[in-house]
Each structure stands twice: as structure tokens, then as C-alpha cells.
């Protein structure tokens, strides 16, 4: 098979791609620079014949096995304010931006609002795949719109957040946009009239321990990297793709039942009357923080975070989470429902 006309690499190793540092190789691998270079890509039988797998930062996957398709690694470029109205401020980034840059770029523009999802690892283009959130905001509080490619009929999308169909880590890319939708750019509506978001105790406390009691969005991204750097391993040090699980939603009725038998039970109120339980907490109850099956552990700070302790395969992280889940399982009657994507 030959696939040219672009500048593709084979048998390309994705170690230094995924935060999990898990070794596995791409058949075939492109930094992606343009929308230009995805058109040509299209119009090229073999490549456009070839499985695809768009990867930003490589932080929120598993890596199961060596890819045998095609890695499209997002890597354009760009910045900048493209309007404002009474209401918002509008900034587009391009999708292969860094996030937390792009959030710190804002805080120096003096635009608020993306404060709390300081310090989250990744790229722009995969933020709003999942819908990212933190410390009580969730991406699509500040979402305006996003461009895409459909590389399946080659149209160009423009997206707003209903299109998205954003919920909790979730939303149209996981669905009818998968495997289709190559984010190209995002557009943030920043608020004029901002107010910070302190729901979390969290960043309440260490506001309150650095004595700000008006914080400025500045401090509030300050606390925000102070308590992660505080609690979740440096994937450059040990590798990780943050939470593992997402926190399970049940109903009122089965939160009842289980805080009848666990009066500790972590457990938050949803606006719709169900409830959020803590997945580290239900983890931590079943003793496996600071655990270990095989290369793969449970992270001893923190018992959402999976961790690589040193040569892990996708398989040795599988294993594991599959352990966790039984045992959350056995013990609660809960799936625990993973947040990485597995390829
Ligand atoms: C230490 C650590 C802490 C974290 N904390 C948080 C947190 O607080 N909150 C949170 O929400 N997440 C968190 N995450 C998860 C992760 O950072 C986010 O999900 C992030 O948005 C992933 O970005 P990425 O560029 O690395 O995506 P990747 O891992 O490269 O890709 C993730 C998914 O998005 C798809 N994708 C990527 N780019 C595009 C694109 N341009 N177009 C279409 N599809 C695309 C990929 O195909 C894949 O399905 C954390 C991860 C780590 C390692």
C-alpha cells in the first residue's frame, strides 16, 4: 500500500504520546498542521481506507495494543480574541493548542472564566470530547462553538453547544460524531460580567488559607494548581490519565439504600434529584488505594487515579481496572464506567 503526498512516518512509536507512557506503536502517524492537509488526506484512497485515531495530548487514552491504523495528531497552531458583545468576550484556539496555555494566555489578556480547568493536561481540540471539567465549572459554561471536519463526507461543521450535546464527560463526539468528527478550532464566550466559581470546598479552603477574600481569576487558576499539583501524580514523573472512573449517578432510592449500610457514604445531589457518588471514595473502600496488580497500580494519594508503575502494557491497566470494578461491583452493586477512551 502506499500512502504519500503527505509527510506520514510508520511503525511510529506512541510512548512519548500517551501520559500513561504505555509502549505502543501507530502503523502509521501524521502531525496534522492544516484542514488543508486532512482534505488531501481524504482524497487519497489508501490513507482514506485506513483506520483513524485523532490524538491531541494522548492524555485521557489507553493504548490496549499497537494501533494498526492511522494516528492523526492534531498539531495546529493559534490563538486570538475574535470579538465581544455586551455579554461575553470571544477567543478562538486552534485544536492542537495546550489547554492549560491557552487558559493562562486568557488570565493574561485579563479574561476570566477558564480559571478552575487550570493545570488540566491535553489540547484544545479534545476539550470539549468529554466536556472537561474541574473545581465546580465544566467546559461548556464558557463554550461558544467549535469547527470540525466530517471525515466521512467531508463537510465542515460549525458546532454550538446544543449540536454538542454536552452532560457529564460526555457528549455528541462519544456518539454520532465518533470516529467522524476531527475538531479543527474552539470558540470560548468569556464572561463580562464574571463572578468566580467557588462552589468547590476545595478551592474555598486554599483561598481562605492564602487570605484572599476577593480572589481575582488569577488567584482562583493559582489555588486551582496549587491543590493539583498537590494531589494528582505529574504524569511527565509517573504515568496516568487522571481520573479513571467517572463519579456514578444513581437514583435517590439507591443512594438511601447504600447510605443505609455505608453512613459515610460520598455522595453529591444533582439538580435533576439523583445523585453523584464519589467513585475514589467507593475505590478507596474497597482497599485498593496504593495497590498494585502487576505494573499497574492504584495511585496512594488519590484512589481515582490508575497508574503506570513502570512499564505497564494496556493490557497490565485493563486488568487492573476490570479488578476495581469487581470489586466496587461485589461491594456496592455500582459500575464503576471508565473515562479514558480505550483504542
Ligand atoms: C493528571 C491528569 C489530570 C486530569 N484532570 C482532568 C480533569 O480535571 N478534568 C477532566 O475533564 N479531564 C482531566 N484529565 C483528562 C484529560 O486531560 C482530558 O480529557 C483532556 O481533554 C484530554 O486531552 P488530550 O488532548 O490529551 O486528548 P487525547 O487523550 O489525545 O484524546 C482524547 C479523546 O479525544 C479525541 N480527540 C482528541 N483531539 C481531537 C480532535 N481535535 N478532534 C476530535 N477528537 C479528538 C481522541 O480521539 C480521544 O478519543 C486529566 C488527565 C491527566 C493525565
Not at 487519497?44 to 485506513?50: M, S, T, V
Not at 496516568?240 to 467517572?246: H, I, L, P, V
Request: proline share 5%; net charge neutral.
Amino acid at each position: 500500500m502506499t500512502i504519500s503526498k503527505l509527510p506520514y512516518q510508520f511503525d511510529f512509536s506512541l510512548r512519548r504520546h500517551n501520559t500513561f507512557g504505555i509502549d505502543a506503536s501507530a502503523h502509521a502517524y501524521l502531525p496534522v498542521t492544516s484542514l488543508e492537509m486532512l482534505l488531501v488526506l481524504r482524497s487519497d484512497p489508501d490513507a482514506a481506507r485506513l483506520q483513524r485515531l485523532v490524538l491531541g495530548g494522548g492524555s485521557n487514552l489507553v493504548l490496549t495494543q499497537d494501533f494498526p491504523g492511522l494516528v492523526l495528531h492534531m498539531c495546529n497552531r493559534g490563538r486570538e480574541i475574535v470579538g465581544a458583545d455586551d455579554d461575553a468576550v470571544y477567543v478562538r484556539a486552534a485544536a492542537g493548542e495546550n489547554w492549560h496555555e491557552l487558559v493562562l494566555w486568557t488570565l493574561e489578556q485579563g479574561l476570566a472564566g477558564l480559571e478552575n480547568l487550570s493545570l488540566i493536561p491535553g489540547n484544545v481540540g479534545a476539550a470539549p470530547i468529554q466536556n472537561i471539567g474541574a473545581y465546580g465549572v465544566e467546559l461548556q459554561e464558557r463554550f461558544h462553538a467549535l469547527t470540525a471536519i466530517d471525515m466521512e463526507s467531508g463537510e465542515i461543521l460549525t458546532l454550538d453547544r446544543s449540536a454538542c450535546a454536552f452532560d457529564y464527560r460526555d457528549s455528541v463526539f462519544k456518539h454520532r460524531l465518533r470516529d467522524r468528527a476531527v475538531v479543527l478550532d474552539v470558540t470560548f464566550a468569556l464572561p463580562k460580567r464574571w463572578q468566580p466559581a467557588l462552589r468547590y470546598a476545595d478551592v474555598a479552603q486554599e483561598l481562605d488559607a492564602r487570605k484572599l477574600m476577593q480572589p481575582t481569576a488569577r488567584d482562583i487558576s493559582d489555588a486551582v494548581i496549587a491543590i493539583r499539583t498537590r494531589k494528582l501524580p505529574d504524569p511527565a514523573v509517573i504515568g496516568n490519565a487522571g481520573s479513571f472512573f467517572k463519579n456514578p449517578i444513581v437514583t435517590a432510592v439507591q443512594r438511601n439504600a447504600l447510605l443505609e449500610q455505608h453512613p459515610q457514604l460520598v455522595n453529591y445531589q444533582q439538580p435533576n434529584g439523583s445523585y453523584k457518588l464519589a467513585a475514589g471514595w467507593l475505590i478507596d473502600q474497597c482497599g485498593w488505594k496504593g495497590k498494585n496488580l502487576g505494573a499497574a497500580g492504584v495511585y496512594e494519594k488519590q484512589a481515582l487515579v490508575l497508574v503506570n508503575r513502570g512499564g505497564a502494557s494496556g493490557q497490565d491497566v485493563v486488568r487492573l481496572a476490570q479488578a476495581v470494578q469487581a470489586d466496587v461491583m461485589v461491594k456496592f452493586g455500582v459500575t464503576l464506567e471508565p473515562e479514558p477512551i480505550f483504542i
